[in-house]
């Protein structure tokens, strides 16, 4: 007979069912979530490190001397500078954010974060007022370049987070701020040049700067991932991605050159601007079929890749900020998080899910199904193993 309770219901669905239906009911819970994190105790700067920045640090023990991971913010800036107060803004930004004076250190191949004393921020000024005019922007160029881009971090001694000042003239200067990944992501950065500019702007004008204290440091929310991260959870979500991206194919466009045997980590950026009229498009058909532009677009290259390679089995890598709920997006996250965006349509599929089978795109047909494995398994933090969560799959049989 039948189990008609509801543990017996939820026994059985299949395991991505009651990973969903486990996500659903801690979002119902509110605010529950994030309130779960707590500040650990005082005296206690020795921390386990979030998944994140586990794999960062063993990528870097492969390879030590890359500065792959450098993340790097620069400014132009005009007007009269005030060194000492920028010195005192980031003093104080490094004082109040943990993460900013935090090393990786190691013992028996088992790392951990150590939050050190505040201090001085590092702070480096360089002088190229004195070449020619035409020459310095691209003299300042290269010493951002050549001291803060290229030059890979040590994290066992830090710092992990430096900043450099090039004075081009009186009122002149270029300021970088350069990051280790393990320390913050592209969303930190931002929080970082708010709070600097708000600290400067008070420091030069000798007023209080308008900066609560922050609730918890990221120390706090690592420490709180490896607790919610217990061996029977991080089993099951392992198993649900070890069988999701089973025999996981090798991309294999025609290029002009074969792919090297190891990453080189040499690349470039190609900008291509999407007119209005392919913009309008692309929101019409994320409205449409109830998707997000991002989930459109990458259903597009989607499309674009198994035109150019005619697989059926493609792997589609994407990123996300780890900031699972609004309360989240306040806080310092150090996250380079793969999250899965696309699906696994049925076998049985006679065609692409972007395609009609007359090689053109169907309409909303891939975005359609981004979008409902989005919402099943990005966003949570609890599932991103950074041994498992890399691409999205698209399986079919054309």
Known sequence: MPDDSFEGRVAQLSERRRLLLERLRQQRQGPGRPAAIRPRPSGVDRVPLSQAQEQLWFLAQLAPDEPTYNLVQASYLVGPLDLVALRRALDEVVRRHEALRTV??????????????????????????????IERRHAALLLLQDHEVHRPFDLASGPLFR?????????EHALALAVHHSTADGWSMGLI??????????????????????????????????????ADAMERHLRYWQDRLVDLPTLDLPTDRSRPAATSFRGALLEQPIDRTLHT???????????SSFMVLVAAFGATLARYTGQEDLAIGTAFSGRGGRNWRRWWVSSPTWA???????????????????????????????????GSCSGSPRCATPAAIRCSRWRCRC
Do not use: N
């Open 104 to 133: 990786i250190e190691s013992t028996d191949d088992t790392a951990y974060q150590v939050v050190c004393s505040p201090g001085p921020a590092a702070l480096e000024v360089d002088d190229v007022s004195v070449l020619p005019a």
């Open 193 to 230: 040049i708010r709070e600097l500019s708000t600290l400067y702007a008070a420091y030069r004008s000798g007023t209080a700067a308008d900066l609560p204290a922050p609730a918890l440091q990221f120390a706090d929310f690592a420490a709180w991932q490896r607790r919610q991260l217990r």
């Open 281 to 291: 498009a692309v929101q019409a058909m994320a409205k449409e079929t109830g998707a």
């Open 163 to 171: 900043a450099r000042l090039v004075r081009l003239g009186p009122t």
């Open 340 to 374: 899965c965006c696309g699906s696994t349509p049925p076998a049985t599929r006679p065609s692409p899910p972007w395609s009609t089978g007359h090689g053109t795109p169907a309409s909303g047909r891939g975005s359609t199904r981004m979008r409902r494995s989005s």
